[in-house]
DNA sequence: GGCTAAACGAGACGGTACGTCGCGTCTTGAG
DNA sequence: CTCAAGACGCGACGTACCGTCTCGTTTAGCC
């Protein structure tokens, strides 16, 4: 049975982990993405350069794992309706959204996508997980008799989130109405997907 | 008679700006852009970099001036119906989306919503041109009477443009498909608009 | 009869030449030698950059012709003796070297021997005419009776001014006892020639 | 007992140190000083500019450590006479000014005057040195008597080196009778020192 | 309790790009 | 042909950040 690690020598102290998540979301929020360096992260948390680079490889890992830190994404509970489960997933990815700011969203982005490591797990955890979620709502619907045929999810997902994306990352639209957002993407493609489905 | 301003010494070269914007597009296509720099641009179009410092005030200015130049973005032909209308908005910026690579559009996306003044700049001139022609194409229809009332046009803006940009920035889907994600959309948010108004 | 120079065009205009020289000599004076830009000398003159470069070939020319303006350098009148022509000379370099500050001689020196052509003229010229003045008065004591043989000029020309130059230049020396410093010295070198010479 | 230094972090590496000094020097001799650049001096000595500029503020600063760093600058050996060991100043002084090319004597002393605190770092290492051997040396002759009274060392300072300088960085004199000056001057100031003291 | 090995804060290191500045040249329109 | 204004190519400057590498010290587990 192999051991993870050999556990001999000084331990991590997690309250360095803890110290680095904390000042790297501190400076985010103070200075924004472009501004955030790995020195003044380092200097904020009280620990040295080393102890970042010990964790992570690069200052986007980093990032990464300060800000995309719980990803839960479980598909919500059965609402009784595609359109209601739909809502729920708009719900939910809407307020994981609302989160971060918008500058650090896009920051985040460009630099997974200008990383070919970065951007197959971003792809292979957070975009997975949405792709599973409206699986199973589509699914649940199959059961239900509402859908005769299962549509192509990645259309689906795409009518769905797209809009929500959009409105915080290129209109930097109004937080207070992506409730109304959320409801009317929601009502518009489980109709869609019953009507013509 | 106010002049814009007084012509004195020697006036800016315009063939400077062009290879300057020719340069700077040559190199985002070749080696991408995080690896694109200042010096670069200056070697490869034969000029000073003082000549684009004159110019633009950062290097963020610059790429913005010479990937986000020529946006016409008119309103497209009145096809005879919202549904043609809103297909013909689709394939219009699908097209656009579709020439620049997509670590431009992130590398692009978070430096305009990592400065304020370059992100004024860009609600100002691109997401106006798009709210302008959304709103065209919704007082066509009611002009025709398929639509009893005005909807609301960011709304409709987000529903429609959405999933394309979600498409292609963060599911990096297949430029293939675009068309029938295009059409498909447009006939969601056609049918939900002349439904529910 | 050829006249030097095709008189056609617009003649230059001479005030031009003094505001040069002006706004150089109060630029040297205000920033020293090392902060003085072309740039800065045109704006304070007045006048465009072309002007200045129609008349020097470079910054240094300018500012050797702005400083080393009036270079008389006759051999003193006859004194009488050795003694008295020699003290004669150091008096006169020494108010020479006093008008400009230290900082500027030695940018001055720098420059003039950093560049071939400025150097070749510089010693055509100023230490040329240095050494003919030595020549000269050592001619007159010869004549005198004072000195049986003709001493080696350039030896006597380095320890005379030498002890001046380096007084200002190298030390940094208090002005006040200049004059004491140049007679001290023609003294001793007149001693030194009439004795063992 | 104070420490000078907390000796925190890594420390300096004195290879670094060695190797801008020694890459300054080659480069010198190399392209002479107006054609030093700091990029050069980093790259030959194969290290970043960061190291440099973490030990020096300035350019000037680096190459006035590597070029008037060995000053040793001792009081010669009682020679038994106040002539012989004037000579033996001069002869020393003019080894070491023969050492450098003469554009980086000007370069140097151009940038040292042109800077308040080099200016006084100058005065008070190398001058002082001087100005201390030559008060030794003339301690030596009271105690003698050769001398009866104290005469002004820097009167003395300037006579006995001030030719030397002068013959080489204005004159451009031949080295070869360098030599020959140096005995004439210190015979001469010997002489003008007994007679007259 | 002592030994070993890794983690720790601090900060120096090589490298790369940035944005600025100065030089000497060139290009306007006006005189 | 000259002038004032100012853009141009070039190249060096000094700064900032990245990810790596020593330092000397601290902290655990195993003998």
Redesign the pocket.
Known sequence: MPEPK????????SR?DH?IAGATRELLAERGYA?????AVA?R???????I???F????EMIFAATVHDMEEQPPPDSGSLRGDLEAVCEVIAKQLSTAPPDVLHGLLADIHGDKALGARFSGTFIERERFVIDTVLERALERGELAAKPDAAIVHAQLLGPIFYWILILIGDHGRLADLGRSVAAMVADSLTASG
């Open positions: 050999q556990a001999v020598g000084r331990p991590r102290d360095v110290a501004k955030l360096t790995v020195d200097s948390a009280g620990i040295g350069k080393a102890a680079y010990r964790r490889a690069t200052k986007q």
